[in-house]
């Protein structure tokens, strides 16, 4: 099974976080998961707010408006 820290690795090496990536997040972190991952998530989020990731629903989001 996936841990947040793999689609977190995808999602730095390619530098983009597509919604299928976002929805496993949500499912990921719902359940159990152990401070690696969570250390991971929280280099996810510092990339995205620096702009190192780009993420598909922001994008669909300023195509709306």
């Given at each position: 099974?996936?841990?947040?820290?793999?689609v977190?690795?995808?999602?730095?090496?390619?530098?983009?976080?597509?919604?299928?990536?976002?929805?496993?997040?949500?499912?990921?972190?719902?359940?159990r998961?152990?401070?690696?991952?969570?250390?991971?998530?929280?280099?996810?989020?510092?990339?995205?707010?620096?702009?190192?990731?780009?993420?598909?629903?922001?994008?669909?989001?300023?195509?709306?408006?």
């Amino acid at each position: 099974m996936a841990q947040i820290r793999d689609v977190v690795q995808e999602a730095i090496r390619k530098g983009y976080l597509t919604l299928e990536a976002e929805n496993k997040l949500r499912r990921l972190l719902a359940k159990r998961y152990d401070r690696e991952d969570l250390n991971a998530f929280m280099r996810l989020q510092e990339a995205a707010m620096t702009g190192i990731v780009k993420q598909e629903s922001r994008e669909k989001v300023m195509q709306i408006n």
